[in-house]
Every structure is written in structure tokens, then in C-alpha cells.
């Protein structure tokens, strides 16, 4: 068939080895002349935006190589698709704008991107039915996909007046079995996540609200800093319904879904740290209440997760440079807001008594400064996350510093009384400054260096894609 015209759209750094394979497999069964890989097809010295242009023009056929990484920022945190000359964005557009059928092609585990996710100019790519190919079934599926170009050329070359937008061409038995390639069946499945989550999440606010008045005593007794007189116990309990709230106003508005689960999981934590002190220190145990919000919480965020499948994206291995410098700053938060205790006095000069690692580690406070830090920077040293998840540990991180901020601000007074005033802000500062170290190391994580991969053609200057 000489009529087929196949133009390969692809992101260097994440699918130029499949865009290779799917571009000989096209080669061997149409021709060379079959498709257009910038690349090749560009010759040196020619204006690129003309060039895609008149090929895009063309072609019939636009295969949209949609990779894990597709979306996610640069070093710079800058979205390269949000860059109106972006190559990739630039050929879109022009295979939305010409006669072109453009179908997404997502490679192994890769999401649909969402419209909101896309520049205005390309969010109709959302909404066209995707297929999929995998590593492990290349030959298969890259033959599905090439048995629809070939009936979409057929039937375009029957009838060429008719425009690919006006004559919808069917894609038939290609394996679309993700959540996110077809968006109709899911979108009931997504909504109803969504709502059970909303609805979870209202209900631990109203549980936390009506059980302040029995929390407030316990809560009281185990924080050995907290003043005993006034509300302050009934406080530091209902901290929880700011995150918690904050998380349910954004599932309302279906807008991110990061940002939403960060504020569960650093609720989760917060009413973690209370249920374990109360278990140690408090003479009574009520840990019903604290159990019940956890669960509630949990389920929220297997809610959350459910409705949106950019939170379940998968995640690849970090780089050694972010990881390093990510775990330097892990160990200082665990250092400083462990020992911060042991550090105030030695550095203001009250006790010059050895360190006692006993006694520390005996503490279930210490436990608790120490591994916190690993929960939340874990999970950004061994792995490279999508944004989204990214902003989730963002989030998380930001509320373990919040927390403690609040406290200390509740307990500075106790504790001043209790011992010196000077010794009471230095360990206050001290245990900042690792939470802070704790924000650090994950941002640290965040700021990646990608691995672009970029080549350029015979007698040309490397182009970004």
C-alpha cells in the first residue's frame, strides 16, 4: 500500500527506543517512505516548524508515543509540554489541525493523560482512544497497531475528500485495557471513588469534632510538655480537621490529587504520633478513637488513589547524585530532631553528662523524631515519582514541619517552667531544623537530572524533545 504515511510523535528521554522498533516494523511492511522520524526526515539547515508541518500535512497517521514520564518536569520543575515550541507539542497541534488520525500509544505501564493535564491547544489528544504496547509483547501489539494503519490508509484512500475529524475511523481489538485509555467505563468507577472519599473524609472530621471533648484529658496526660490547664489537649486533637479538611475541598473540586493525599498521609501521621504516645504514657488507653480516624483516613486515601490513576503511576529508579544528597539531609533530620534534647543542653552549657544512647533509645519519642524522617524521604531516595506523588511527599513534609511548629508553640511555656527557658528554645529550634532538613531532602529528591538522550542528525545540532 503506497498511500500509508505514518508520522512517529515521540519523547526522546523515555521512548525513543520503542519510536526505533515501531519505525522499522512500519518500514518492513509499508516501506521507507511510510514515515516520517524527525530525525531522519528533517534535513539539516531546514526550518523544523515548516517541516513537521508539510509532513503532519501528509501523513494519515500519527502515533503519539506516550511514555511513563511523558508529562513530568524537567530538573528545572518547567513542564517541557507547557513550552508553546516544544517539538512534540508543536506536532500535535499539527496533527490535530491537519487530516491526520492521532492515535495515543502508551508504552508499558504509561497513563492517559488527563484534559486538565494538557496545554488548551492539545487537550483534544485526551479524549482519542488509545492502545497500548509493551515491552514484553512488542510483536503483537505493534502488529494490531499496524493492521488499523493500514485499514485507516484503505479506507481514506477510498474515500479521499473526507476529513479524518468528520469520519471517525474505529480502532478495533487493540488491547486498551487500562483504566485510563477508555475514559467512559471508568469515569463511573472514578466518581464514585472520588465521592466515597469526600464522604470518608467529612466523616473524620465530624468524629474528630465530636470526640474532642473525651480526647482532650487523654491527649493532655500523654504530652508530658502540654500545659495542663486550658483547651490545649482538645487542640492539639482537632489539628488533624485542618489537613483533613483541606484534603476533602480538593476532592470536591477534583484539582490535586497530590496536594489531597499529602494532606491525608500527614494527618495519618500526626494522629499516629498521638495514638502511640498515648499507648505509652497516658495511664488509661482509648485508643478506639484514635483507630477509628486512622481507618477512616485509610480509607480515604485508597479512595483517593482509585480516582485518580496518576497517584498509582509507576516509579522508576532515582539517580545517584539526588539520592545521595537526599539521604545526607535524612540523616541530619534524624540526627537533629532525635538528639535535639541532648543537643540543647550541651550546647547552652547545662549538663556535660556523656550522650546516653539508652535513654534515648528507650524513648518512644525518640522513635518517633527518627522515623518519621525515613517514612516520608524514603520513598523520593529510592525512586524517581511522578510529579503528582511528588507534591503527596511535598505536602507530607510540610505538615511534619507544621506539626511540630504548632506544638512546640503549645508546650513552650510548660516547658520553659519545667527547665531552662534558653534550653527549651534551643531544642525547639534544633528539632525545626531537621523537620526542616526532612522538607529539604525530599525537594532535594524532586530536583532530578533526567536523562535526555538526545542525538543529533548528520550535520545538525541536538534538538531538544
Not at 489528544?125 to 484503505?154: E, K
Request: aromatic share 6%.
Amino acid at each position: 500500500m503506497n498511500d500509508v504515511r505514518v508520522f512517529i510523535n515521540y519523547r526522546r528521554r523515555d521512548t525513543r527506543h520503542v519510536a526505533g522498533r515501531l519505525r522499522d516494523r512500519i518500514v518492513s511492511q509499508f516501506g521507507a517512505d511510510a514515515v516520517f522520524v524527525d530525525v531522519e526526515s528533517i534535513v539539516p539547515g531546514q526550518d523544523y516548524v515548516e517541516a513537521i508541518d508539510s509532513a503532519v500535512s501528509r501523513c494519515t497517521v500519527m502515533c503519539v508515543l506516550i511514555g511513563e514520564t511523558w508529562l513530568r518536569p524537567d530538573a528545572d520543575g518547567v513542564r517541557r509540554i507547557d513550552d508553546e515550541d516544544d517539538r512534540l507539542r508543536l506536532e500535535i497541534e499539527a496533527g490535530l489541525r491537519h487530516r491526520t488520525v492521532v492515535i495515543p500509544v502508551l508504552v508499558d505501564e504509561a497513563t492517559m493523560p488527563l484534559a486538565e493535564d494538557l496545554p488548551a491547544s492539545i487537550e483534544p489528544l485526551a479524549r482519542h482512544q488509545a492502545v497500548r504496547v509493551r515491552y514484553d509483547s512488542f510483536t503483537g501489539d505493534s502488529d494490531r497497531l499496524l493492521t488499523v494503519i493500514g485499514r485507516i490508509a484503505a479506507e481514506q484512500e477510498q474515500d479521499p475528500g473526507q476529513s479524518a475529524v468528520q469520519t471517525p475511523v474505529e480502532v478495533p481489538h487493540l488491547d486498551t485495557t487500562s483504566p485510563t485509555t477508555r475514559r467512559d467505563r471508568p469515569s463511573v468507577v472514578r466518581r464514585t471513588a472520588r465521592w466515597i472519599t469526600v464522604g470518608t473524609l467529612v466523616l473524620a472530621v465530624l468524629y474528630l469534632l465530636g470526640t474532642s471533648g473525651q480526647m482532650g484529658d487523654v491527649v493532655t496526660a500523654s504530652r508530658h510538655d502540654l500545659p495542663p490547664d486550658g483547651p490545649w489537649g482538645t487542640v492539639v486533637w482537632l489539628l488533624p480537621v485542618l489537613p483533613v479538611g483541606a484534603a476533602a475541598l480538593l476532592c470536591v473540586a477534583r484539582t490535586g490529587p497530590g496536594v489531597a493525599l499529602g494532606c491525608i498521609a500527614g494527618a495519618a501521621l500526626w494522629v499516629f504520633t498521638s495514638l502511640v504516645l498515648v499507648v505509652a504514657r497516658a495511664s488509661f488507653e482509648p485508643r478506639g478513637p484514635h483507630l477509628v480516624v486512622l481507618v477512616l483516613l485509610v480509607a480515604a486515601a485508597a479512595g483517593l488513589l482509585a480516582c485518580d490513576p496518576r497517584l498509582r503511576a509507576g516509579a522508576t529508579a532515582d539517580h545517584v547524585r539526588p539520592a545521595l544528597l537526599a539521604t545526607a539531609l535524612l540523616l541530619a533530620a534524624m540526627g537533629l530532631r532525635g538528639l535535639a534534647p541532648w543537643l540543647a543542653k550541651l550546647l547552652t552549657g547545662t549538663s556535660s553528662q556523656p550522650f546516653d544512647a539508652a535513654s534515648f533509645t528507650g524513648s518512644e519519642a525518640f522513635w518517633l523524631a527518627v522515623l518519621t524522617p525515613v517514612l516520608v524521604c524514603g520513598p523520593v531516595i529510592v525512586a524517581e515519582l511522578s510529579s503528582v506523588q511528588l507534591r503527596a511527599l511535598v505536602t507530607v513534609a510540610t505538615l511534619q514541619v507544621l506539626y511540630p511548629f504548632l506544638l512546640r508553640i503549645l508546650m513552650f511555656s510548660a516547658a520553659a517552667q519545667s527547665r531552662s527557658p534558653l534550653v527549651a528554645l534551643v531544642d525547639d529550634v534544633l528539632f525545626l531544623a531537621g523537620s526542616m532538613c526532612m522538607l529539604s531532602s525530599v525537594r532535594t529528591a524532586q530536583l532530578r537530572q533526567l536523562q535526555h538522550g538526545v542525538q543529533a542528525p548528520a550535520g545538525g545540532a541536538p534538538v531538544p524533545r
